[in-house]
């Protein structure tokens, strides 16, 4: 199957389909555009979730400012800059920073200083993606400066009706696509990513998503099974909640965009792993190349439960490493060490424009 002969029709078809051998035969040629654009070589990125606190209050979030049963954290910056250094020292290409939402003057001083903290302390060989929500252009680019060179941010849905369900209505779409813009106007790389098997979302919904990571020339794609939080406004709106056909429906999400995009950068993402023990090594078998192996110290990991039954609560960062080296093993891949691991979709953008 080529690019050209996957249609929203092929895609909506995949979507709705739950057979597993038909789809057995769509993460293997999914696979097989994997290894001829991107490799076999898993890069990690290792996250931080050095804090919980969060101004957003969306609807299915198990960190939104409405919660009030979670203990709010802020990890000390020495501490951060530590798991910073230790993920250098064990040669991880880059690391995430993410934490819930803060818009305020401190948080972006405290961010632009932790980051030439990071810098000086790893010889500025370590990657650092940001994923600190929606910014203001200025922030952006002072945070750019200063060593942030890929941003995530999810867009959650690009159907705005389906988004304006999940969220608060002071709570825009449209904002959200702009600073999606503005990151790309300031040369970061980008990623973007929605969470799948939503209330009220429809394949066609699904197959627009990939129509928009096309469309926006997205670098990195990290999403996930949608998976309720019992405290949350959204908690009990799938009460036929099936686990397996959710996780099916992620697996087929990132086949269909490994085959409609290629040679960007996707993470198989612990949400995948919170519905089966081996969730993430089944989606680097659907195409993905990315995990993001959890730096966070365990005994903040209780405070960043974004969704009930996330795993890991009390493997820490040194256990995660070797129980995720034989996970992708396992699979016949490989580690990419020392390397960025930059999406490969950016580097020839950047040739291009040179
Ligand atoms: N299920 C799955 N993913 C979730 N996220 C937040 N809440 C949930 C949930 N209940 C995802 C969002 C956000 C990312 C950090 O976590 O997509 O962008
Ligand atoms: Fe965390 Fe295995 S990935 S313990």
Same mark, same amino acid.
């Given at each position: 199957?080529?690019?050209?002969?996957?249609? !929203?029709?092929?895609?909506?078809?995949?979507?709705?389909?739950?057979?597993?051998?038909?789809?057995?035969?769509? %993460?293997?040629?999914? =696979?097989?555009?994997?290894?001829?654009? @991107?490799?076999?070589? @898993?890069?990690?990125?290792?996250?931080?979730?050095?804090?919980?606190?969060?101004?957003?209050?969306?609807?299915?979030?198990?960190?939104?400012?409405?919660?009030?049963?979670?203990?709010?954290? @802020? *990890?000390?910056?020495?501490? *951060?800059?530590?798991?910073?250094?230790?993920?250098?020292?064990?040669?991880?290409?880059?690391? &995430?920073?993410?934490?819930?939402?803060?818009?305020? #003057?401190?948080?972006?001083?405290?961010?632009?200083?932790?980051?030439?903290?990071?810098?000086?302390?790893?010889?500025?060989?370590?990657? @650092?993606?940001?994923?600190?929500?929606?910014?203001?252009?200025?922030?952006?680019?002072?945070?750019?400066? &200063?060593?942030?060179?890929? =941003?995530?941010?999810?867009?959650?849905?690009?159907?705005?009706?389906? %988004?304006?369900?999940?969220?608060?209505?002071?709570?825009?779409?449209?904002?959200?696509?702009?600073?999606? $813009? +503005?990151?790309?106007?300031? #040369? %970061?790389?980008?990623?973007?990513?929605?969470?799948?098997?939503?209330?009220?979302?429809?394949? !066609?919904?699904?197959?627009?998503?990939?129509?928009?990571?096309?469309?926006?020339?997205?670098?990195?794609?990290?999403?996930?099974?949608?998976?309720?939080?019992?405290?949350?406004?959204?908690?009990?709106?799938?009460?036929?909640?099936?686990?397996?056909?959710?996780?099916?429906?992620?697996?087929?999400?990132?086949?269909?965009?490994?085959?409609?995009?290629? +040679?960007?950068?996707?993470?198989?993402?612990?949400?995948?792993?919170?519905?089966?023990?081996?969730?993430?090594? $089944?989606?680097? !078998?659907?195409?993905?190349?990315?995990?993001?192996?959890?730096?966070? +110290?365990?005994?903040?990991?209780?405070?960043?439960?974004?969704?009930?039954?996330?795993?890991?609560? #009390?493997?820490?960062?040194?256990?995660?490493?070797?129980?995720?080296?034989?996970?992708?093993?396992?699979?016949? !891949?490989?580690?990419? %060490?020392?390397?960025?691991?930059?999406?490969?979709? =950016?580097?020839?953008?950047?040739?291009?424009?040179?």
């Amino acid at each position: 199957m080529s690019n050209s002969e996957l249609t !929203e029709a092929d895609c909506i078809r995949w979507l709705d389909t739950t057979a597993p051998e038909a789809l057995q035969e769509l %993460y293997q040629q999914a =696979y097989a555009i994997k290894q001829a654009h @991107v490799g076999t070589k @898993v890069f990690y990125r290792g996250i931080i979730e050095f804090s919980n606190v969060c101004e957003k209050d969306c609807f299915y979030c198990g960190i939104r400012r409405s919660n009030k049963s979670v203990k709010r954290y @802020v *990890v000390q910056d020495d501490d *951060v800059v530590a798991a910073a250094t230790w993920a250098w020292e064990q040669n991880y290409g880059s690391i &995430v920073l993410q934490s819930g939402e803060r818009k305020d #003057d401190a948080f972006a001083s405290q961010i632009e200083k932790l980051l030439q903290r990071i810098s000086e302390a790893t010889n500025g060989e370590l990657g @650092v993606t940001l994923s600190l929500g929606e910014q203001s252009p200025d922030v952006l680019e002072r945070w750019r400066n &200063v060593g942030g060179k890929r =941003y995530l941010l999810r867009i959650e849905t690009t159907n705005p009706k389906l %988004y304006s369900t999940l969220h608060p209505d002071d709570h825009h779409f449209e904002d959200r696509l702009q600073c999606l $813009r +503005d990151l790309r106007d300031l #040369d %970061y790389q980008v990623g973007t990513g929605v969470m799948i098997g939503l209330p009220g979302q429809t394949s !066609e919904d699904l197959a627009n998503d990939i129509q928009f990571f096309k469309d926006h020339d997205i670098d990195m794609i990290g999403m996930g099974p949608y998976i309720p939080h019992g405290e949350t406004p959204m908690g009990n709106s799938l009460p036929d909640f099936d686990s397996a056909r959710q996780l099916q429906r992620g697996l087929t999400m990132l086949a269909l965009t490994r085959i409609a995009l290629r +040679d960007v950068n996707i993470a198989a993402t612990t949400a995948l792993q919170a519905l089966d023990p081996q969730g993430r090594e $089944r989606g680097l !078998e659907a195409g993905a190349n990315i995990i993001m192996p959890n730096l966070t +110290d365990t005994k903040y990991r209780e405070g960043y439960q974004l969704y009930d039954g996330k795993p890991c609560l #009390d493997e820490n960062a040194g256990m995660c490493r070797f129980c995720l080296e034989g996970r992708i093993a396992s699979v016949g !891949e490989s580690v990419g %060490y020392g390397e960025h691991g930059d999406s490969p979709h =950016y580097l020839k953008r950047v040739a291009q424009q040179t």
